[in-house]
């Protein structure tokens, strides 16, 4: 079985700090593809990143990092120098099976990020 | 493109009676899928179609839900009866490859 967790429930950080959130998956499969979503209080589900299980490369885009690592299953996200408009749920997510079925993700319970000025 | 697209955004009802949700997915996508978000239960895959089929729809709570697509440009999840456990946030998404792109979601609320 897929199996996503996210154990951070909540983590709250101050305006300028780093802030990490950790992901561990399971599955059995050998390729699959890892994602965070983010969601604002708006509510929406805003994509973020995409990695396929083939790819451990590191990723960087702006003040967001991640590090993905298949020998302990883990893909975390690093937000550097945080702001209050990271202050969001973030998800993780997993799918697999290949062909059509890639939209079909098992999502963590979030971590609820708040962001103090 | 002006993305995947849910109405209504907001829905009120009352128990016992039936409400249909709505999505029109991005053009050229061929796989839709209907999310749930309670804070019991998180996200979770409700059903999805490919090509207007539907492929799985164990997430599928129980009989008084149904999902159809009559054709690729719309898709519809109909409660009925609608009970209070139902309310939730409901999400469409659609995809063609690797990523889900989704609707900004129903907001359910049945009293």
């Known amino acids: 079985a897929q199996k996503v967790t996210q154990a951070q429930t909540e983590i709250s950080v101050v305006e300028k700090e780093d802030v990490t959130l950790d992901c561990v998956y399971e599955t059995r499969d050998t390729t699959y593809y890892l994602f965070w979503y983010k969601q604002p209080p708006s509510g929406e589900l805003v994509f973020l990143i995409r990695r396929n299980s083939f790819d451990e490369q590191n990723e960087i885009s702006g003040r967001y990092s991640w590090n993905f690592q298949k020998s302990t299953s883990s893909f975390n996200f690093t937000i550097t120098a945080s702001q209050v408009v990271d202050s969001a749920v973030y998800f993780c997510?997993?799918?697999w099976g290949g062909g059509t079925s890639y939209g079909k993700l098992t999502f963590g319970q979030g971590t609820i990020l708040t962001v103090h000025p | 493109d002006a993305g995947v697209i849910q109405s209504p955004r907001h829905e009120v009802t009352e128990m016992g009676q039936e409400v249909t949700l709505r999505c029109k997915p991005i053009?050229?996508?061929?796989?839709l899928f209907w999310y749930r978000q309670t804070m019991m239960r998180g996200l979770e895959l409700l059903i999805y179609?490919?090509?207007?089929?539907?492929?799985?729809d164990s997430g599928m709570p129980e009989d008084r839900f149904s999902a159809k697509m009559p054709n690729a440009s719309f898709s519809t999840l109909k409660i009925q009866p609608s009970e209070p456990r139902d309310s939730a946030v409901y999400f469409c998404a659609s995809s063609l490859g690797q990523q889900a792109f989704f609707g900004q979601g129903t907001r359910l609320t049945v009293v």
């Open positions: 179609f490919n090509n207007n089929v539907p492929i799985d």
């Open positions: 997510a997993l799918s």
């Open positions: 053009s050229g996508h061929n796989s």
